[in-house]
Structure formats: structure tokens, C-alpha cells
Nanobody, 122 residues
Framework: QVQLVESGGDLVQAGGSLRLSCAAS????????MGWYRQAPGKQRELVAT???????NYADSNKGRFTISRDNAKNTVYLQMNSLKPEDTAVYYC????????????????WGQGTQVTVSS
């Protein structure tokens, strides 16, 4: 089994910063892409940012210049540094990992975390 555990969500005032972390654990062979999505109440889940194993990044246009995604491959952990937060950033943030894991045999696929709440007050 694989687990992705997020942390760092909190209540913050507009203009503030937060750093989210997501650590993958279990019988993992390798991790390709990791990333963050978010879902606000009444809205569909949307991309925040992704990062490949080689460090190439991709951001949603609304986050460029404010958010930075990074990862520590040795720790199987992805981070999301969020600056200049806005009320519209309020959402549950989910991390995911595209990985290979072992359970009886090797598997390829995506795992998702349980989500962490980010609330930005105006």
C-alpha cells in the first residue's frame, strides 16, 4: 500500500503565505510526476502545479508568480510554497503522485492524498 500524507493547510489572511507538504510512503519503486490540485466548494477540482522527476514544472495561470512547487526525491516529498494568497485560493488542496509501487506485483498509476484545507480570509 502507498500513502500520501499532506500537511500545512491553515487559515491565513490575504497576502499571507503557506507551505504545503506531501510525503509518499510505502513500497514505492519510483515516482514520476507529483503535483497539487485544489477543489473549492461547488467547483471542480483544478490543477495547481505539477513537477516531474527531473524537476520540470507546470503551473495554472492563476498561480504563476505566486506559487512554487518543489520536491525532495530522497524523501518522496513534494512541496507547495504559496505566497500573496488571495481569498479565491481557498480550497481543499490535494497532492498526487504518478508512481510505481509493489503489491504482489509492480503497479503503475496515480495515488492521491486525503486533502488539506487552505482558507484565506479577506
Amino acid at each position: 500500500q502507498v500513502q500520501l500524507v499532506e500537511s500545512g493547510g491553515d487559515l491565513v489572511q490575504a497576502g499571507g503565505s503557506l507551505r504545503l507538504s506531501c510525503a509518499a510512503s510505502g513500497r514505492i519503486g519510483s515516482i514520476n510526476a507529483m503535483g497539487w490540485y485544489r477543489q473549492a466548494p461547488g467547483k471542480q477540482r483544478e490543477l495547481v502545479a505539477t513537477i516531474t522527476g527531473g524537476g520540470s514544472t507546470n503551473y495554472a495561470d492563476s498561480n504563476k508568480g505566486r506559487f512554487t512547487i518543489s520536491r525532495d526525491n530522497a524523501k518522496n516529498t513534494v512541496y507547495l510554497q504559496m505566497n500573496s494568497l488571495k481569498p479565491e485560493d481557498t480550497a481543499v488542496y490535494y497532492c498526487y503522485a504518478d508512481l510505481m509501487w509493489y503489491e504482489v506485483t509492480w503497479h503503475l498509476g496515480d495515488y492521491w492524498g486525503q486533502g488539506t484545507q487552505v482558507t484565506v480570509s479577506s
